[in-house]
């Protein structure tokens, strides 16, 4: 059974036309999918049902393989950190909402950050002293320090500049390999979609639906040389194709 | 070849200090001046040094009516910053509420204070306890307002995550709404800081302090009214310092303690 499972799946707000429908997409334990698309597609709407931050109109979500909810992370655009914590106290800040902090966990929060390339004098700065990338490695670490089973990433890097974002996406992956919690990243970078993950949802809008999916045949761990590869160019411009063919 | 030596910095504090204080010297001697030269009446505009010496001579009398005045306007400040933070605390719990509410608060802001002042000495009496309330009555808004925008204007990733984590809304409310609207909290607090030592003078004026004591406002009062007016600028210049005083305050607090959200104050 997939562990995530979203069946005639349909959204819509207070006005007419709907911002998702029919979406049937299935997401297993340990998998990393990338959701591609244009802007106002539903992307993130669609990650912020499966987050259950919007309920749908029709349709069925199931998140989780038991009654039991899953662990969730949730990596926005920006950062988001409470400016007034530093950055390990906005890394515990989880912890202490689920109830879940001990002296374990508060040990874990520098070796998480370490992790993440960052070290021991960053976790008493205040995000204001933190470059941007610096900044979305914490927004990271914050994600990961609950053992998530599932994260969820709504255009992290998009507000980065091409070096640092792939630089990241390198990072995660590396992360990702380590624990292997099930990722759904949603991106309009063609290049990061495919680098990333194992399946790539490409999606069209007015309204929201799914238009293919596309497997990505390369085996982990991905080398920063694979985005120069024949097979990856080809795969890109395959994937760049069908999206410009449905605009 | 070197070049010139560069000249030592100036420290930052004394360039910060010396503008302001050239300034008030120019305006010093350009107000002498102005009384030497167009020969004006002393009862209309008397000179700095006539100014200061009324000052320093009923120095005692000026320090006491400071001291009142100071006590009045900081007791009224203080039970604004309270009961503004808890109505704007009541007013964050839904937007019923504030919409139900908020006309009584802007009330606060529009009604003539000088009109209902003597209703307050008919309602109170004459005295402290009526200085101290024109001073609650003018300075509770800003603390109202500035609050409410800070406990409901809130980043909406942050308020995801709150929820993702099903925080509850103790949780919500003290790691997230109240920090956030510290700045805005200090920003009304430097506003009503200067609003309350109007309002303890205006109420002076009405209300006065009894027999044997009498605040700033009383004397700018029976000053104008009798053409003292070296004295009763003396006591505008020491209701000035006072108010400065108390507003100077207010930010080192705010800079001080609160140095964990001084990027909000500083943006301010």
Known sequence: MALISLTDLGVRFETDRPILEAIDLQIEDGEFVSILGPSGCGKSTLLRVIAGLTPPTHGTVQVGENTRAPRLGFVFQEPALLPWRTVRENIRLPLELDRALDSTREQEIGRQLQRLGLQAKDESKFPRMLSGGMKMRAALARALIVHPQILLFDEPFAALDELLRLELNEDLLRLWGEKRWSAVFVTHNITEAIFLSQRVILMDSQPGRILEEVAVPFEYPRPESLRQSQAFVELLGRVASTLRGNR | ?268
């Not at chain 2, 001291?67 to 604004?80: N, P, R």
């Open chain 2, 1 to 268: 070849m070197t070049g010139p030596r560069p000249s030592p910095p100036v420290p930052r504090w004394l360039g910060s200090i010396c503008p302001p204080v050239a300034v008030l010297c120019l305006v010093l001697i350009g107000w002498h001046l102005a009384v030497e030269v167009l020969d004006i009446r002393r009862f209309l505009l008397p000179p700095p040094g006539a100014v200061l010496t009324e000052a320093w001579e009923r120095a005692d009398e000026l320090s006491a009516a400071t001291g009142l005045t100071a006590l009045a306007a900081l007791l009224g400040f203080s039970i604004s910053l309270v009961l503004g933070s808890l109505v704007a605390l009541v007013f964050s719990q839904s937007p019923l509420i504030r919409r139900s509410f908020y006309p009584m608060a802007i009330f606060l802001q529009t009604v003539p204070i000088i009109a209902i002042a003597p209703l307050i000495i008919i309602w109170v009496g004459e005295g402290f306890v009526s200085v101290v309330i024109v001073t609650v009555i003018i300075s509770l808004f800003p603390i109202i307002t500035n609050t409410t925008t800070g406990l409901t204007t809130l980043d909406a990733n942050l308020v995801d995550l709150f929820r993702l984590h099903r925080a509850s809304r103790w949780d919500t409310l003290r790691k997230l709404r109240i920090p956030n609207a510290i700045p805005n909290l200090i920003t009304g607090a430097r506003i009503s800081s200067g609003l309350a030592v109007v309002g303890a003078i205006i109420g002076e004026i009405f209300a006065g302090h009894g027999q044997h004591q009498h605040g700033l406002g009383y004397h700018v009062y029976y000053a104008g009214q009798n053409l003292e007016t070296e004295w009763q600028f003396a006591v505008i210049l020491a209701s000035t310092l006072l108010g400065v005083l108390i507003f100077a305050g207010i930010s080192l607090i705010s800079r001080v303690v609160l140095h964990r959200w001084t990027f909000n104050l500083e943006s301010n």
